[in-house]
């Protein structure tokens, strides 16, 4: 550590050459650039030596981020801006150690070799209600993993033969475009609704096994009007966008819950296509749920959202202005969440 000029200089060694692209990202989206416009601290690649230049106060914050970030850049992991981010939040909240262990506990890998993780301390605690609880309810805004992690969670329990078949089922609420006009036969017209189920399987599983085992009926993507009358057992049951699902739909998917079963229903409260004055029946099985012993009810915010930065600016602007409408709700228009 030398000093000069008040500014202090600190390195860190990098275990390899993948650590270091990791860390310095690229020139669309440098790690460094980012890193340095957050702590004000000057981050210089030579080598495998990462130079941190910065007055005290600044380069024990830089330092502390880049040890949170460890986890990803060690094992050769694109580092993003919402990793940065996140890691920053965590730091200054002073829960940086709980941050650090988000890193040691990987659930998968996807097909892309990423290594998935929670992301966030409220991820965590949603991926291990999943795990102790049969009915796990997740309520957030758009991006913060709720469906694409409760997938993965149904993957593994798949891959370890606790559950033998995987359900996934979303309401297919039409949203300016009815059924009956759009082209093909019923499972056609429905495939556009169940899309986001099948990307979460195609990055955990590649096109081609999910094709397989859907053909073998091991892994089934259905409308929610496909469940009624059904009993699910011996199944890890994931419903999508529950927000759009009426009280009487909820209470009817929820009972559907046979041995040997877990379930976990996902949805934003902001983002109901219903027609108006129809209540939402996750709002209602909220409420009515909360306490239950085996029932578990997770409650995610901006703060997780791990799409696009700007996402979480987003979901903050749209929270101030229904705060401001006087009690009003306001259902904004379909999108693809």
Known sequence: ????????????????????????????????????????????????????????????????????????????????????????????????????????????????????????????????????????????????????????????????????????????????ERLGFLPGDLQQKVDPYLRPLYDALHALLGPERTTSLLEKGVIEVAPLAYMRGRTLADAFVILDEAQNTTCAQMRMVLTRLGENSRMVVTGDPTQVDLPRGVASGLTEAAQVLEGIEGIAICRLTSADVVRHPLVQRLVDAYAALDASSHGEIRTPRPTNN
């Not at 600190?10 to 890193?35: K, Q, V």
């Not at 601290?41 to 910065?54: C, E, F």
């Not at 986890?71 to 150690?97: H, K, M, S």
């Open 1 to 176: 550590m030398a000093e000069a000029e008040g500014l202090i200089t600190f390195s860190i060694t990098l275990p390899n050459p993948a650590a270091a692209l990791a860390i310095a990202g690229d020139e669309r989206a440098s790690t460094l650039h980012r890193l340095e416009a957050l702590t004000g601290a000057s981050l210089v690649l030579r080598g495998l030596d990462l130079v941190i230049r910065a007055q005290p106060n600044q380069l024990e914050r830089a330092a502390a981020l880049v040890e949170l970030l460890r986890p990803l850049w060690q094992e050769g992991q694109a580092v993003g801006q919402v990793d940065v981010q996140i890691a920053l939040q965590a730091l200054d909240a002073g829960r940086g150690e709980e941050h650090q262990q988000l890193g040691k506990q990987v659930l998968a890998r996807s097909q892309s070799g990423k290594l998935l993780r929670p992301r966030t301390l409220k991820q965590k605690a949603y991926v291990e209600a999943m795990e102790r609880h049969d009915l796990t309810l997740a309520l957030g805004p758009a991006g913060t993993g709720k469906t694409f992690l409760a997938t993965v969670h149904g993957v593994r329990m798949l891959s370890e033969r606790k559950v033998e078949r995987l359900v996934l089922t979303r309401p297919a609420v039409e949203a300016g």
